[in-house]
């Protein structure tokens, strides 16, 4: 089984602050490795998959990277509307979601 | 668009059926990957299984083999089935599409309770 240890839990933050979260795999999943956000009450959507590739309509503000057993989500400057929980999820073998980071704010 | 739908409340030791129907496209060729994710309340997410088109179906082990996911291409839908559920079910049920679930539901919420 592959494990995926997501951190922070939670964090908080300002608007326009830098805002980073890990996922960290093991064994490595080589770049199969997707975030989303989910704000409460509403189903989760993705906004990155292949470790980087950001989906169609998502703010260029966030940004993924990394490889096979470390992978990073950034937001570079943090708006109202990103105050939400973030999973990742590895989908190299089988499918593992990540314990998710609530960001909150400051 | 996936929309599910399912009993809402249940009791201990019951079968869990739930639908995912899909629209905006035929299931047999909109996807590869037919996707069930469950959300107990105040919680993360958690991977049920998911099907693919050949047939082939795959489960979090942690279920213990008690789900069932099938396609009725005829209605265009997928469902899950679980067994013997507990109140350790108890959660938001989604369907996604895609290898990556690009595409979810709104979610139905299932609570098991006697």
């Known amino acids: 089984d592959i494990q995926m240890t997501q951190s922070p839990s939670s964090l908080s933050a300002s608007v326009g602050d830098r805002v980073t979260i890990t996922c960290r795999a093991s064994p490595g999943v080589r770049n199969d490795l997707v975030w989303y956000q989910q704000k409460p009450g509403k189903a989760p959507e993705r906004l990155i998959y292949a470790t980087s590739t950001l989906q169609s309509g998502v703010p260029s503000r966030f940004s993924g990277s990394g490889s096979d057993t470390e992978f990073t989500l950034t937001i570079s400057s943090l708006q109202p509307e990103d105050f939400a929980t973030y999973y990742c999820l590895q989908h190299n073998s089988y499918w593992t979601f990540g314990q998710g980071t609530k960001v909150e704010m400051k | 668009q996936l929309q599910e739908s399912g009993p809402g409340l249940m009791k201990p030791s019951e079968t869990l059926s739930l639908t995912c129907s899909v629209s905006g496209g035929s299931i047999s060729s909109s996807s590869f990957y037919w996707g069930w994710i469950r959300q107990p309340p105040g919680k993360g997410l958690e991977w049920v299984g998911t099907?693919?088109?050949?047939?082939?179906?795959y489960y979090n082990p942690s279920l213990k083999n008690r789900a069932t996911i099938f396609v009725d291409t005829s209605k265009n839908q997928f469902s899950l089935r679980l067994r013997s559920v507990t109140a350790a079910d108890t959660a938001t049920y989604y369907c996604?599409?895609?290898?990556?679930?690009?595409?979810w539901g709104q979610g139905t919420q299932v609570t098991v309770s006697s």
């Open positions: 099907l693919f088109y050949t047939g082939s179906t």
């Open positions: 996604a599409s895609g290898n990556t679930f690009d595409v």
